[in-house]
């Protein structure tokens, strides 16, 4: 695992991306940490494609410590999502259809625009590993996201969709699948202060929810496809090159 402290420490900001509503002006020689505190909260979904298996759900506040929960039903999550007021709400899953297709339907004639986004095939060039938008395994997360991306948006939230998947590997930090160790200790290295018993569900909420706060920081990359928002930690913020 590379060293996340070492980038970390790396990170001084003195501008920010204009075009984000959220993102602040921070004086330089502040650390992004100091930079976090100021202002901010982002919720992060690590969504299921069901509301019979378990949803990670974490909201972060601007001192890292997570607040994260497991939920099932959509009505839960709205619930916890609306009780706590973020500034953004990073979901992990896809949050609209291939371009071209009107819907999910292998019969409908729009399916010969295919199951796959311009973004699943940028991560996967980047060796990401994505799963395709409209793998049939992953039709009902795909819905199920949508639909609540439109409730939160209806409701005036910022929603953009988000791959804890991703996150991790640009961070350094180890996926879930090699051991939630690792990961936790990874994500406490970026200063996050996580429950020592939160499930890999909620493990990979608060990475969303850190990128989410990365994106209001304007310290993301957002690729903009099918009209939402995909972001990632921008590389050039702590890698060399
Ligand atoms: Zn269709």
Known sequence: MADAGSWFDKLTTNGRDPTLPFALSLSKGRTWQDGLRLRASAIGIDLSGSERAPTG??????????????????ADILEWVSARVPQVVAIDAPLALPTGRCCAARACPCARFGIVREVDRLLARRGHHPFWTLLPSMVNLTLRGMALRAIFEGRGLCVVECFPGAVQDILGLPRKQRGLGGLRRGLGLLGLRLRQDATHDELDAATAAYCGLLYLRGRAEVIVDGGVKFVLPRPGCFRSP
């Open 57 to 74: 759900v974490a909201c972060l506040d601007e001192s890292l410590v997570v607040e994260s929960a497991v939920v099932r039903r959509d």
